[in-house]
Each structure stands twice: as C-alpha cells, then as structure tokens.
Nanobody, 121 residues
Framework: QVSLVESGGGLVQPGGSLRLSCAAS????????MGWYRQAPGKERDLVAR???????NYADSVKGRFTISRDNAKNTAYLQMNSLIPEDTAIYYC???????????????WGQGTQVTVSS
C-alpha cells in the first residue's frame, strides 16, 4: 500500500509563487517517474511536468520557464516550484508516481488526492 500526500497549494496573487510538495509513504522499494498534473474546472487533467529517477525533465509548453520540477529520492518526495503565476494556472494539482513496492511485482501508478491552486487578485 502506497499513499501520496500533496501540500503547498493555496491562494496567490498573479505574479506570485508557490511550492508544491508530494511525499510518498508505504512499502516502497523504488520510485521511477514522478509527475505533476493539473485539472481546471470543466477541463481534462493534463501533464504539467515530469521527472525521471535520473533527473531528466519535461514540461508543458504553458509552464516552461516558470515552473521547475525536482525530487528528493531519499525522501521519496517530488516538488513543483511555480513562479510568475497567472490566473490560467488555477487548477487542482495532482501528483503521480510510478512505484514499485516490496509486496508486488513491477511498477504501478499512484495518484495523490490533489491540492488546490488559485491565482487571483
């Protein structure tokens, strides 16, 4: 059993910054990819940023140059630093990790519960 807990969301003014965290816990043997997704009201859930275990990253075009994804493998934690926020960034942000446990074979995807980010003046 693996659970992901996100934190760091909130209300911020346009141009401001937030840092999201996502901590994994449970019977974890290894974590491969970590990613952040977001879902705005009435829209699909889309990839924001993804990072491999080795540190390779990719970003949605809409956040390139403003958001930075990072990870701490020792803490099983992913981060998303969000700068120069705009109202269009308003959404629920979800963390997803590809996790191998001590009690199962192979990797499987696990999602967090989501954290609300609202950008408004």
């Amino acid at each position: 059993q693996v659970s992901l807990v996100e934190s760091g969301g909130g209300l911020v003014q346009p141009g401001g910054s937030l840092r999201l965290s996502c901590a994994a816990s449970g019977s974890i043997r290894s974590i491969s990819d970590m990613g952040w997704y977001r879902q705005a009201p009435g829209k699909e859930r889309d990839l924001v940023a993804r990072i491999t275990r080795g540190g390779a990253t990719n970003y949605a075009d809409s956040v390139k140059g403003r958001f930075t994804i990072s990870r701490d493998n020792a803490k099983n934690t992913a981060y998303l630093q969000m700068n120069s926020l705009i109202p269009e960034d308003t959404a629920i942000y979800y963390c997803k990790m590809e996790v191998a446990t001590f009690t199962s074979y192979g990797f499987s995807y696990t999602w967090g519960q989501g954290t609300q980010v609202t950008v408004s003046s």
